[in-house]
């Protein structure tokens, strides 16, 4: 569904009764979806390598909500909102028009309530700490997200995250697009600051099944706008 951008360049300080988001910083990376070796039940099979693009809309200060990115065809994004707190939306826009947006304005029709139905998945997985690491000779820190249960992990087949953290961008606070990796730090919040310049996803078989890389990291000044009546995240909406 196509939505026709709304600029509010006169909207500074003087709107009341909506919810307020910044964005400060546009990230691009490249996903890369690894071809698979042999059938795993329920998962799809993929035949070869396949690329795309995903750019995070986010706030270096408030990792409870970002944006992502990604082309729908070679005129529009789609762009899938979260907030953590409770609500969500996906709207399309012209590339040409976002891109030169200072301020948009989502309408109530593409809001919905967003509850994490799986807050208690904390107790089940943990972040790891692992010593630094070198690449092309730069020193990164990095952490995996996985389960703590080898029954738990052998049953479901669950694999691991492995978030390697660019350097100096610890003004930052950590990009967790993953529900339960997000509800995790907020109980512990024992992760060094920074977005990850990679994550891989490695799956039960310890194979390589989702790269993302970093290709660019922007400063921008972005506000969304969502009306009092649909902002879900207060209790009485």
Known sequence: MHYTLIFLLLCTGLCFGQKDYTFDYRLEYQQTFFKDSIPIKNRPFNTQDSIATVTYLTNSKDNSYHGALTASDSLHYLLNFKDENGLQFEVSFLKAEFDQAVAIKIPCKFVRSYRNAYTYQTKNYDFSRSKDTLIDGLQYQYYTLATNNPRRAKKKKTGTLLYIIAPETS??????????????????????????FRKYFIDYYHRMDTQWQLLSNQKIDLKLHIDAACDYTKEDN
């Open 171 to 196: 003004f930052h606070l950590p990009l967790l697009t993953y529900a339960t990796a997000f509800e995790e730090w907020k109980t512990n919040q024992n992760l060094p600051d920074g977005i990850f």
